[in-house]
T-cell receptor
Framework: NAGVTQTPKFQVLKTGQSMTLQCAQD?????MSWYRQDPGMGLRLIHY???????DQGEVPNGYNVSRSTTEDFPLRLLSAAPSQTSVYFC???????????FGPGTRLTVT | AQSVTQLDSHVSVSEGTPVLLRCNYS??????LFWYVQHPNKGLQLLLK??????LVKGINGFEAEFKKSETSFHLTKPSAHMSDAAEYFC??????????FGTGTRLLVSP
């Protein structure tokens, strides 16, 4: 039981490049979310999903796309990276009946 | 809108002395509140949660928090700090559909 896994752990991109941050969970959780963490700002919700095929925007969705084709996977796509997207990204999952979200170890992204 | 305010960005204590991390919340109804801990270069772990049951909530590693509606507070305490408690702590309020709103965090420093 691996919990929530994220790849890669570190990534450096040039402005304008695209990439996908991967997130997978093996707990059969219905809910999955993506957050970004910036110094002095806590974590902010980017996108979330309440089940396969259902996604919605969070607090800071601009510049990011998501899809949820399976229960296990919830990738986050950066279409055209910008320096403002330099951050640490966390994926989280939870079951529908629980208040607890389980977080992955994070991906540290730098955009130059 | 629901939000949380963490009143201290840094708290320094000596090992063996009490810990107090302060959090005030803003909500138009009874909120679900959480404390999460993040150790350096790690993901987030749930310490404890308040969901309208007992107002004194006990969590892991000897931490507890008291929900005080009259003061709109949910302060985190521990009777005796340990070196391993050094980390960043986040007070969190839950919106619908597992959406979490994070405070800006309090970094706890523990000196020997």
């Amino acid at each position: 039981n691996a919990g929530v896994t994220q790849t890669p752990k570190f990534q450096v991109l040039k402005t304008g490049q695209s990439m996908t941050l991967q997130c997978a969970q093996d707990m059969n959780h219905e809910y999955m979310s993506w957050y970004r963490q910036d110094p002095g700002m806590g974590l902010r919700l980017i996108h979330y999903s309440v089940g396969a095929g259902i996604t919605d925007q969070g607090e800071v969705p601009n510049g990011y796309n998501v899809s949820r084709s399976t229960t296990e996977d919830f990738p986050l796509r950066l279409l055209s990276a910008a320096p403002s997207q330099t951050s640490v990204y966390f994926c989280a999952s939870s079951s529908a009946g629980s208040h607890e979200q389980y977080f992955g170890p994070g991906t540290r992204l730098t955009v130059t | 809108a629901q939000s949380v305010t963490q009143l201290d960005s840094h708290v320094s204590v000596s090992e063996g002395t009490p810990v107090l991390l302060r959090c005030n919340y803003s909500s138009s109804y009874s909120p679900s509140l959480f404390w999460y801990v993040q150790h350096p270069n790690k993901g987030l772990q749930l310490l404890l949660k308040y969901t309208s049951a007992a107002t004194l909530v006990k969590g892991i590693n000897g931490f507890e928090a008291e929900f005080k509606k009259s003061e709109t507070s949910f302060h985190l305490t521990k009777p005796s700090a340990h070196m391993s408690d050094a980390a960043e702590y986040f007070c969190v309020v839950r919106l619908g559909f597992q959406k979490l709103v994070f405070g800006t965090g309090t970094r706890l420093l523990v000196s020997p």
